[in-house]
């Protein structure tokens, strides 16, 4: 069984800046998409950035991120410790949000597989 299991996060004002971590076990893929997503209260859950590894046009245009956060945040990821790392810089206080990871194994599949379990990110103005 896959988990992705999250961490980092918390409180920080305007300006600051947070490392997320989601740090994958059970399985290994040989291609892979990670995306982070957010959802602020009463906000649909949106996309943030991803990544993928893989071989061909499922990867191409990555690493790819929403507008809103281009040019300040960054996905990186350690292959040493399975682990991908969202780096977010000059947040704002509209990036106030529960944060989370997914693993996408497959381009044929239309959804992620796997979800961690989510971490506040706090922004205060």
């Known amino acids: 069984q896959v988990q992705l299991v999250q961490s980092g996060g918390g409180s920080v004002q305007a300006g600051g800046s947070l490392t997320l971590s989601c740090a994958t076990s059970?399985?290994?893929?040989?291609?892979?998409?990670i995306g982070w997503f957010r959802q602020a209260p009463g906000q649909e859950r949106e996309f943030v950035a991803r990544?993928?590894?893989?071989?061909?046009?499922?990867?191409?245009?990555?690493?790819f991120y929403a507008d809103f956060v281009k040019g300040r945040f960054t996905i990186a990821k350690d292959n040493a410790k399975n682990t991908v790392y969202l780096q977010m810089n000059s947040l704002k206080p509209e990036d106030t949000a529960v944060y989370y990871c997914?693993?996408?194994?497959?381009?044929?599949?239309?959804?992620?597989?796997?979800w961690g379990q989510g971490t506040q990110v706090t922004v205060s103005s």
């Open positions: 997914a693993l996408i194994t497959s381009a044929y599949r239309s959804s992620y597989d796997f």
């Open positions: 990544l993928t590894v893989a071989e061909g046009s499922w990867s191409r245009g990555d690493p």
């Open positions: 059970g399985r290994t893929f040989s291609n892979y998409r």
